[in-house]
């Protein structure tokens, strides 16, 4: 038990020593929402690989983080649209969290449907929007 503790106090750590670089990429803002003056955490684009990677982090909201992390959690509506210029995004990690997202809402969502329908994903991208399925 002893060991697992430690991995995971290893890896914590190991999250938090790029929390100042996401702060400074995010500039203070969920990368997601661009939300400001909200507390955030950082948030492991899944599949998270075995060592944290600054690549694979994105810095969220609680909001955004939680429903972004547990679909089951998603919460159907208009509040989402922001992910239709999300889905633009330079970073590519904020471009496969939006991609995903947009997924899941196009169910019930017309808008959601066609901004995925007038998307065009390079096909790096779209592996990693893929990959956690």
Not at 16 to 37: M, N, P
Not at 72 to 91: D, I, M, P, Y
Not at 108 to 115: F, I, S, T, V
């Amino acid at each position: 038990m002893a060991k697992g503790r430690e991995e995971h106090e290893a890896r914590v750590a190991a999250l938090g020593a790029l929390g100042k670089d996401l702060a400074r990429r995010a500039k203070s803002k969920c990368e997601l929402c661009e939300r400001g003056g909200e507390k955030l955490a950082i948030f492991e684009v899944p599949p998270v690989p075995r060592e944290p990677d600054f690549g694979r982090c994105l810095l969220l909201c609680a909001d955004c983080g939680d429903q972004a992390g547990d679909p089951r959690r998603l919460r159907v509506g208009e509040q989402w649209r922001f992910l239709s210029g999300q889905a633009w995004s330079e970073n590519p990690m904020v471009q496969v969290v939006a991609v995903r997202l947009l997924k899941r809402l196009a169910k019930d969502q017309d808008w959601a449907r066609e901004a995925l329908d007038g998307l065009f994903l390079e096909e790096a991208i779209e592996a990693l929007v893929t990959e956690a399925e």
